[in-house]
């Protein structure tokens, strides 16, 4: 059955929760722990928006060979550890109910585990928002992003078409993934998003306040 009103998909990480800063400062220390100096900027363009397994590949291209098991199984636990620190987007919560408010329907398609995207929002209070068929991750497809797939899968699974679906998106990756399915994107720019990352999305903000105003021009028909 396909609904009336737009799909709004959130990003999670660095749009509904400020875990990029953590997952880079943790990259960087792993990259440095394999012999392999990153800035933080560099972690960035290498990894951020990704998903894990293809962040692996990427890994292993850095390192010149196939991670060590255990070493890497550490390293999963630190960037679980790094998410206790973890915090809201600020406003993030606000702006979804905003977007309810304004007729639409909500969810979040992320990069990140099912398990890892249900701890995060209930780590920063916002796993009310969104219920358990609303959550979409790349490991219920094929390819993560910037594919289309996860962007597809939550069009098809919450009944809408993909020409009445919106996009927020903080990072490269997540913007190509949602321009290749069809969706208009609306870019989240924080301190950490390089210039020209956002460059093709539909519009930018760099404020949740602004979201709901944003998403009202771009839904008008």
């Given amino acids: ?17 400020d875990s ?22 560099e972690a960035v363009e290498a990894f951020v928006g990704r998903a894990y ?7 292993t291209e850095l390192t010149g060979a196939v991670p060590d098991p255990e070493w890497e199984r550490a390293w999963r636990a630190e960037f679980a550890r790094s998410q206790e620190e973890l915090e809201p987007i600020a406003g993030a919560a ?11 329907e909500v969810c979040v398609a992320s990069g990140s585990l099912l398990a890892a995207i249900d701890t995060k929002l209930e780590r920063t209070g916002l796993a009310g928002q969104f219920t358990d068929e609303a959550r979409f991750s790349a490991e219920q497809v094929t390819k993560g992003k910037p594919a289309p797939d996860v962007f597809h899968l939550a069009a ?24 290749a399915a069809g969706m208009p994107v609306i870019g989240y720019s924080s301190d950490m998003t390089p210039t020209g990352w956002l460059d093709e999305a539909s519009a930018v903000i760099d404020d949740m306040a ?12």
């Fill in 20 to 41: 990029e800063r953590l997952n880079v400062g943790t990259w960087t220390r792993m990259m440095r722990d394999a012999g392999v100096d990153l800035t933080e900027e």
């Fill in 156 to 179: 098809e699974r919450m009944g809408f078409p993909v020409e009445r679906c919106l996009v927020v998106e903080d990072s490269r990756a997540g913007l190509d993934a949602a321009v």
């Fill in 53 to 59: 397994q293809d962040n692996r590949v990427t890994l």
């Fill in 94 to 104: 606000e702006a979804v109910d905003a977007v309810r408010d304004l007729g639409h």
């Fill in 1 to 17: 059955m396909v609904r009336s009103g737009w799909l709004v998909i959130f990003d999670c990480d660095g749009v509904l929760v």
């Fill in 210 to 221: 602004d979201l709901p105003s944003v998403i009202s021009r771009l839904t008008r028909t």
